[in-house]
């Protein structure tokens, strides 16, 4: 079997070819850094992280690039309603995103890329775009001209806006020559950040910035993009459709990759419905970021998800009950099981199951036949995939009084003194640890 993506370009689950053998170039749609970092976004970048572990996983080169939008109205409407400059606004959330990210373990990203940091690229590829016809200038700002492009609303299969959609906050203007066109440059205002450039004065629209930073790194094609399924419309339609305009080579990306939807009790997340929740106050909740990491690799990265408290604590415990089992294999690390290292590979390459290929810690914890070093060894293998942490866990020295305890007990057993040793492991409980006979003798860990 070979690594299979569902691809929302094709509508089809196809074999992963890249461009260059087994060298990946990957982008996925980076936050726009004006408020705390939510659900939907700890969902989405868990959910591509785990991907690109898995693509390292099975040998390939993976460079993952993802954009940091330092730029935008939100952005200078949010620091003016604070009294502060957008740069400072920028710099606090974004710096908060990166500490979120760190928390939830997604640490495979090569390189974020600000917007700001690309202004240079971004002038450029609108001049290409004005020089070959593709874009105009109104008294607001410059604008890409749809019509021209005959292949606009091939990922989507449509050019109209749906409620799920992230609309373009810069778009709207009545000099347009057509209601889908969009804003590459956005001229100055009074007031706001602005950037000398040959066709005035200003700041980028929402899409360019992408393929500017794409374009800086991989050139005019490149193997993966990712986002949640809101951006397919307007904004991964606008991205084709500017860069395939300005390069002249299609398509940009061979392989887009999108998530499903977190919803709040069934409701789909946002300030206007009262349910939006950060990441942040999910931990103020008690649950744990390692937590909701493993809740969140328990779907399938293309579906939907419903939080609720109950399912987050639900998490928590099965991955504490894990943790404790794991440890309990000791400190020895075997080999890892061939066996279960083919399902594994099978679901990773079945566009990603994450819901099958976790359900296989399960399997090799409960498998008799392979021994407690040979376990370890496999789950430590998975995780480098799942990324939850297991080779931090270590084993937790037990208190001499509990091992004494425990000893007296052994000896009440051998002398089948049942009523004593009842009241030892009971007392060993009340002291916060339990106590499990085997045939190779008891295990002590903490409750």
């Not at 689950?13 to 700890?42: A, M, N, Q, R």
């Not at 954009?67 to 740069?87: G, H, M």
């Not at 749809?146 to 009545?174: C, H, M, P, Q, W």
């Not at 000099?175 to 889908?180: A, D, S, V």
């Amino acid at each position: 079997m070979s690594l299979k993506f569902y691809n929302t370009l094709t509508k089809e689950k196809e074999e992963f070819v890249p461009i260059d053998k087994k060298k990946v170039s990957f982008f996925v749609c980076g936050p726009t850094v004006y408020d705390y970092s939510h659900l939907g976004h700890g969902k989405t970048y868990t959910q591509f992280d785990v991907l690109v572990r898995a693509l390292r996983y099975f040998g390939y080169e993976v460079f993952y690039l993802q954009n940091i939008t330092d730029i935008d109205d939100k952005i200078i409407n949010r620091a003016k309603e604070q009294n502060i400059s957008p740069k400072e606004l920028s710099e606090k959330f974004e710096k908060i995103y990166l500490e979120d990210m760190t928390s939830l373990g997604n640490t495979s990203i090569n390189k974020y890329a600000r917007a700001t940091d690309y202004i240079s690229q971004i002038i450029k590829q609108i001049e290409t775009l004005i020089e070959k016809g593709y874009a105009y200038k109104t008294s607001d700002g410059i604008y890409f001209e749809t019509a021209k492009f005959k292949n606009y609303g091939k990922l989507s299969g449509r050019t109209e806006l749906k409620e799920d959609d992230a609309v373009s906050r810069i778009d709207e203007s009545k000099e347009k020559k057509g209601w889908n066109d969009f804003c590459l440059w956005k001229a100055e205002k009074e007031g706001e950040p602005s950037w000398d450039t040959p066709f005035g004065k200003g700041r980028p629209g929402w899409h360019i910035e992408d393929t500017a930073i794409t374009e800086t790194f991989f050139g005019p094609q490149y193997d993966i993009h990712g986002g949640a399924r809101d951006l397919i419309f307007p904004h991964h339609e606008c991205e084709i459709a500017q860069m395939e305009s300005a390069s002249g080579r299609s398509p940009l990306v061979k392989y887009w990759l999108h998530t499903g939807f977190l919803n709040i009790d069934s409701k789909r997340m946002g300030k206007s419905n009262g349910n939006f929740k950060t990441l942040r106050t999910m931990i103020e909740f008690g649950i744990s970021p390692m937590s909701f990491r493993f809740w969140v690799l328990m779907a399938h990265y293309r579906s939907p998800m419903n939080w609720n408290q109950e399912a987050l604590e639900g998490a928590e415990i099965a991955l504490k009950r894990l943790y404790k089992l794991y440890i309990e294999l000791g400190k020895d690390s075997g080999e890892i099981s061939t066996k279960y290292q083919q399902k594994f590979k099978e679901y990773l390459e079945d566009d990603l199951d994450t819901p099958r290929a976790i359900s296989l810690l399960w399997d090799v914890i409960k498998d008799e036949d392979l021994s407690p070093a040979d376990k370890k060894a496999t789950i430590l293998d998975f995780d480098k995939v799942f990324g939850l942490g297991f080779e931090n866990l270590k084993t937790e020295k037990i208190p001499e009084e509990i091992i004494k305890i425990a000893e007296e007990r052994e000896l009440a057993r051998k002398n089948k003194d049942w009523k004593k040793s009842d009241e030892l492991r009971d007392k060993i409980i009340s002291l916060g640890y339990e106590i499990k006979d085997s045939s190779d003798g008891y295990k002590i860990s903490k409750i």
